[in-house]
């Protein structure tokens, strides 16, 4: 599956990669290739949102989602703080070989999950703070001493070098989290067929 999701027996669409393995997509996917392989620059599928509104039938409603964390220093106070940087599905497709970063998105709805699993101190570091690199505000990580934001690409960076070291493992999983497949999916296939980023 190319979103981990699960889904009946029958319900899935075999696939011929270009290595000429297969593998199987649910209806979602290979909704979104078959939109990927014939997009245009006339968007010739308008506005119409590329993940449905309602879980195709024979896929599961939900999917568990392990929320990723690291320790680091502050730049500003030099105390150890944690930091929500990935998403990974506890049981991952072949495809799933990295874990995904978390973008404004997926941080709102992964703080008040924290939130009602007992980590209160990260859930609330997780919040709109100014940027002066982007030049804007945006939902970010910050440090649960100072409050100092913990910007977005210096995590990347440290992420995908724990990841390099000692692949998922490397990371705390604060929680898992249940969430629902076509939430998944907007991670995973972002909002027109783009993919999600990694952490590689």
């Not at 995904?100 to 997926?106: A, F, I, T």
């Not at 002066?132 to 409050?147: E, H, K």
């Given at each position: 599956?190319?979103?981990?999701?699960?889904?009946?027996?029958?319900?899935?669409?075999?696939?011929?990669?270009?290595?000429?393995?297969?593998?199987?997509?649910?209806?979602?996917?290979?909704?979104?290739?078959?939109?990927?392989?014939?997009?245009?620059?006339?968007?010739?599928?308008?506005?119409?949102?590329?993940?449905?509104?309602?879980?195709?039938?024979?896929?599961?409603?939900?999917?568990?989602?392990?929320?990723?964390?690291?320790?680091?220093s502050c730049w500003k106070c030099g105390e150890t703080t944690?930091?929500?940087?990935?998403?990974?599905?506890?049981?991952?497709?072949?495809?799933?070989?990295?874990?995904?970063?978390?973008?404004?998105?997926?941080?709102?709805?992964?703080?008040?999950?924290?939130?009602?699993?007992?980590?209160?101190?990260?859930?609330?570091?997780?919040?709109?703070?100014?940027?002066?690199?982007?030049?804007?505000?945006?939902?970010?990580?910050?440090?649960?001493?100072?409050?100092?934001?913990q910007g977005d690409f210096p995590l990347q960076e440290e992420?995908?070098?724990?990841?390099?070291?000692?692949?998922?493992?490397a990371f705390h999983t604060l929680v898992v989290a249940e969430?629902?497949?076509?939430?998944?999916?907007?991670?995973?296939?972002?909002?027109?067929?783009?993919?999600?980023?990694?952490?590689?």
């Open positions: 599956m190319d979103c981990s999701v699960h889904i009946a027996v029958g319900a899935g669409v075999l696939v011929l990669c270009d290595d000429g393995k297969r593998r199987v997509q649910c209806p979602v996917c290979r909704e979104i290739e078959f939109r990927c392989r014939r997009w245009d620059l006339n968007d010739q599928f308008g506005s119409d949102p590329w993940i449905p509104d309602a879980v195709p039938p024979g896929c599961t409603a939900t999917i568990n989602v392990r929320v990723l964390a690291m320790d680091r944690t930091c929500v940087v990935g998403l990974y599905p506890t049981q991952p497709a072949r495809t799933d070989q990295w874990p995904r970063m978390v973008d404004e998105e997926s941080l709102a709805w992964v703080k008040g999950i924290l939130a009602g699993a007992g980590f209160g101190g990260v859930a609330e570091s997780i919040k709109p703070r100014w940027s002066s690199t982007v030049g804007a505000r945006y939902l970010s990580n910050g440090c649960q001493l100072c409050d100092a934001l992420a995908s070098e724990l990841f390099q070291e000692g692949g998922v493992e969430v629902s497949s076509l939430v998944w999916q907007q991670v995973v296939h972002g909002e027109r067929g783009q993919g999600g980023n990694l952490l590689m």
